[in-house]
């Protein structure tokens, strides 16, 4: 299984991105989402879907972040709106098969200037 992720960059606070992951290989996902770990931080949930229904977030980040998926192309969004210095991070895809297998993407970087 292999996650690739694309859409990071450089924006000014209160600009907007659009992550983006796509999942190639052999699975049944019961779980997709965003992590993001900041320089000299631990690595924290920023948003997931569980069973492509149920949706949860970081207090932090409810209000601006979306997360969505597109099941035809096993794939993950995450909008991201009003962004704020502190979102600057690295953010990781992330699916967890029916066996509780999680499988990481290679991360991408998120960088708000204030």
């Known amino acids: 299984v292999q996650l690739q992720a694309s859409g990071g960059g450089l924006v000014q606070a209160g600009g907007s991105l659009r992550l983006s992951c796509s999942a190639s290989?052999?699975?049944?996902?019961?779980?997709l989402g965003w992590y993001r770990q900041a320089p000299g931080k631990q690595r924290e949930l920023v948003a997931m879907i569980l069973r492509g229904e149920t949706t949860r977030y970081a207090d932090s980040v409810k209000g601006r972040f979306t997360i969505s998926t597109e099941n035809t192309a096993n794939a993950v969004y995450l909008q991201m709106n009003s962004l704020k210095s502190e979102d600057t991070a690295v953010y990781y895809c992330y699916l967890e098969d029916v066996y509780s297998v999680e499988y990481w993407g290679q991360g991408t970087q998120v960088t708000v200037s204030s």
């Open positions: 290989g052999s699975f049944v996902i019961s779980t």
